[in-house]
């Protein structure tokens, strides 16, 4: 699977925003799809994951209640809505298939 993120960029803490993305290549629907980030001088962690059906969604304690995964199998693209932005959510955001996004940046000021 090839994906492609779009979306990221800087945000005021408190604000919004939402990352898509989108897939090609094998059928898209049958994979489970995830959003993973890496803040400076950290590891990357697991932020949230959807299941293939969009039926059971995944969130680490630290975006619980903010952060809302979906997917449109008839669009091939994921997304992850960020609301109520703290600034140590900045980070590069990677979608995540069997295969990892560009990864897009979201920075969020204080």
């Known amino acids: 699977v090839q994906l492609v993120e779009s979306g990221g960029g800087l945000v005021q803490a408190g604000g919004s925003m939402r990352l898509s993305c989108a897939a090609s290549g094998r059928i898209f629907s049958t994979y489970r799809m995830g959003w993973f980030r890496q803040a400076p001088g950290k590891e990357r962690e697991f932020v949230t994951a959807?299941?293939?059906?969009?039926?059971?969604?995944y969130y680490a304690d630290s975006v619980k209640g903010r952060f809302t995964i979906s997917r449109d199998n008839a669009k091939n693209t994921v997304y992850l809505q960020m609301n109520n932005l703290k600034s140590d959510d900045t980070a590069v955001y990677y979608c995540?298939?069997?295969?990892w996004g560009q990864g897009n940046l979201v920075t969020v000021s204080s």
């Open positions: 959807i299941s293939w059906s969009g039926g059971t969604t």
């Open positions: 995540a298939a069997g295969s």
